[in-house]
């Protein structure tokens, strides 16, 4: 007696249009069975093949059934596309995604609604109606409104048809900012990598950007155009250790790529101002650079004492040096190296002369230090004593004269102890124009007494500095 085996089958999708072949192959059960015999005809049942059914019944739609007989083949076309009742075949497409439009790619041709459908798809259906390009997404089929989100909604063969646009560009290295040599890209929306500013001259690099800070690196950080050009240290004032003098000033710059100190001193003619201005390794070298610290002292000056007539006795209205002006006074003034004596009216003179070309003068905050005890007799008065430097042209001088009165006056004696800062003081009276510094070359210090027949004025000054000295 053969034995019926009854076997279990996977529900699957037989080949649109075709009869369904068998599978291939079941050569394990007839290996295992070799007196296997198909069970009869005596009713519906599942099947993969013609092979699975009885004698004269075929597969249909994964059921046995018999061609013109009982249990009928429902959905089986015969050869010549018709079906077993004469009528033409119908187009079905297996729709997954339950939105009423079948697979482009799923057709098939059926004498009624075929039954099986993929394991992986219980809950498909097949229908009459096709076109869907994307069958898994329910969202996704003809007719159906169209989204920015990359995908052909409605099956036009187009993507994000019809919505509006704006150009994009690649961002590469993430930081908002474009390819600025990329060709616009029109997109409908946000897109992963892209953004709608153009402007990154370097896309590779996400420290290189429109608004980045400028370093001094060789390269346009900033995207305007330019390299270098704005990095936070340039014009930094530095000094270069390998020059001297004020060759060694100069400020930041970048050159390269590289920071340098760049020099923006050249040698130049030196000057008394406490620097080495021709870059030499010495500073204020020149003769009379500052003038003497002693003037009493120096063994490159003169003195001496002389009266001068000064119409209407007044030493305000001094208007040039008074050594060379010519006066038929007598001199009765004696000076011994310290004291100063004089007598009788007109106007006393003291200089110091340097024997050398000129005093240059021009030190930074350098100060005339004056310091004497004075007594007078009757008849001095008024802010006195004036002091004149003098130019080595003829008329140029600078005046200082005393703010306040009180210096010498009939019948005192004072203490004077003053540094007289040669510039940047209101105190000196600039009262010709081209006056220099750079050429001074006579110190003359003026006094005054009130014109009186008796007692005769008389003055007598001892110094105990006369010099110039660089104030702190």
């Known amino acids: 007696?053969?034995?019926?085996?009854?076997?279990?089958?996977?529900?699957?999708?037989?080949?649109?249009g075709v009869r369904a072949a068998p599978v291939a192959p079941m050569a394990l059960l007839l290996a295992l069975t070799a007196c296997y015999q198909a069970p009869p005809a005596d009713g519906p049942y599942r099947c993969l093949a013609d092979g699975d059914c009885g004698e004269g019944m075929v597969c249909d739609d994964g059921l046995c059934c018999v061609i013109g007989g009982t249990p009928a083949c429902t959905t089986l076309v015969l050869d010549g596309g018709v079906c077993a009742n004469g009528a033409a075949a119908k187009r079905y497409y297996l729709d997954k995604d339950g939105d009423g439009f079948g697979g482009a790619n799923s057709e098939r041709l059926a004498c009624a609604q075929p039954r099986t459908v993929p394991d992986d798809a219980p809950n498909a259906q097949w229908i009459e109606l096709g076109g869907?390009?994307?069958?898994?997404?329910?969202?996704?089929?003809?007719?159906?409104?169209?989204?920015?989100?990359?995908?052909?909604n409605d099956c036009n063969g187009e993507?994000?048809?019809?919505?509006?646009?704006?150009?994009?560009?690649?961002?590469?290295?993430?930081?908002?900012?474009?390819?600025?040599?990329?060709?616009?890209?029109?997109?409908?929306?946000?897109?992963?990598?892209?953004?709608?500013?153009?402007?990154?001259?370097?896309?590779?690099?996400?420290?290189?950007?429109?608004?980045?800070?400028?370093?001094?690196?060789?390269?346009?950080?900033?995207?305007?155009?330019?390299?270098?050009?704005?990095?936070?240290?340039?014009?930094?004032?530095?000094?270069?250790?390998?020059?001297?003098?004020?060759?060694?000033?100069?400020?930041?710059?970048?050159?390269?790529?590289?920071?340098?100190?760049?020099?923006?001193?050249?040698?130049?003619?030196?000057?008394?101002?406490?620097?080495?201005?021709?870059?030499?390794?010495?500073?204020?070298?020149?003769?009379?650079?500052?003038?003497?610290?002693?003037?009493?002292?120096?063994?490159?000056?003169?003195?001496?004492?002389?009266?001068?007539d000064y119409p209407g006795g007044n030493l305000g209205a001094v208007t040039t040096c008074q050594k060379n002006r010519t006066s038929n006074a007598p001199t009765n003034d004696t000076f011994n190296g310290t004291t100063w004596s004089g007598v009788a009216g007109g106007t006393h003179v003291l200089w110091v002369e340097t024997s050398m070309p000129y005093w240059d003068l021009r030190k930074e905050k350098l100060a005339l230090h004056i310091q004497f005890t004075a007594s007078a007799g009757g008849g001095f008065g008024g802010n006195m004593p004036i002091i004149l430097l003098c130019g080595s042209a003829s008329g140029e001088f600078i005046r200082y004269q005393p703010k306040a009165p009180g210096f010498m006056s009939g019948g005192t004696s004072i203490s004077v102890d003053q540094h007289i800062p040669l510039v940047g003081t209101s105190v000196w009276s600039p009262l010709y124009p081209d006056t220099d510094l750079l050429n001074i070359v006579r110190v003359e210090i003026l006094v005054q007494p009130v014109l009186s027949s008796s007692p005769p004025p008389a003055f007598s000054i001892k110094f105990q500095k006369l010099g110039f000295e660089v104030l702190p």
Do not use: W
């Open 132 to 152: 869907d390009c994307l069958d898994d997404d329910p969202s996704a089929h003809p007719g159906a409104a169209e989204t920015c989100d990359g995908i052909d």
């Open 159 to 308: 993507v994000d048809d019809g919505l509006p646009r704006v150009d994009l560009y690649p961002d590469r290295d993430n930081d908002g900012y474009g390819d600025l040599a990329a060709s616009p890209s029109p997109r409908c929306g946000p897109t992963p990598g892209m953004v709608a500013d153009a402007s990154d001259c370097k896309d590779n690099d996400a420290t290189v950007h429109p608004g980045a800070t400028e370093i001094c690196n060789g390269i346009d950080d900033d995207c305007d155009g330019v390299k270098d050009e704005s990095a936070p240290e340039l014009g930094k004032r530095c000094f270069d250790s390998a020059r001297v003098g004020a060759c060694q000033r100069g400020k930041i710059a970048c050159v390269d790529g590289a920071l340098v100190c760049a020099q923006d001193a050249t040698p130049a003619q030196e000057r008394c101002n406490g620097v080495d201005d021709d870059c030499n390794g010495k500073t204020d070298e020149q003769p009379g650079c500052g003038g003497p610290v002693n003037l009493l002292t120096d063994p490159n000056v003169t003195t001496g004492v002389k009266i001068v």
């Open 1 to 16: 007696m053969v034995r019926r085996i009854r076997q279990r089958f996977v529900r699957v999708l037989p080949r649109a």
